[in-house]
Nanobody, 124 residues
Framework: QVQLVESGGGLVQAGGSLRLSCAAS????????MGWFRQAPGKEREFVAT????????FSADSVKGRFTISRDNAKNTGYLQMNSLKVEDTAVYYC?????????????????WGQGTQVTVSS
């Protein structure tokens, strides 16, 4: 199993930046595809970004392209989500997830392990 713990959330003004971290423990982090998802109040959990095991391939939702960057450091067993030019509509609980599949995926059902989430609030 892999245990995931997110950190780095908080309150930021619109236009600001935050960097979320996802610390992994347990099995070798580099063996897993990693993804970031978010869930706003009253809405379903949605895909944000995903990255391959080596970090060579990434894919992001259209809503965050050009603003958010996903990355990972397998030596540190940590994944990251750099969020720039934040908007009020980015307010949500952000979750990192790990998948045992061999390809990057935007589908929630392909992820096996989830963190507890970190709150990101963007004020106007």
């Amino acid at each position: 199993q892999v245990q995931l713990v997110e950190s780095g959330g908080g309150l930021v003004q619109a236009g600001g930046s935050l960097r979320l971290s996802c610390a992994a423990s347990g099995r070798t982090f580099g063996n897993y595809v990693m993804g970031w998802f978010r869930q706003a109040p009253g809405k379903e959990r949605e895909f944000v970004a995903t990255i391959s095991q080596s970090g060579g391939r990434t894919f992001s939702a259209d809503s965050v392209k050009g603003r958010f960057t996903i990355s990972r450091d397998n030596a540190k067993n940590t994944g990251y989500l750099q969020m720039n030019s934040l908007k009020v509509e980015d307010t949500a609980v952000y979750y990192c997830a790990a998948s045992q599949i061999s390809y990057i995926s935007s589908r929630l059902s392909t992820y096996d392990y989830w963190g507890q989430g970190t709150q990101v609030t963007v004020s106007s």
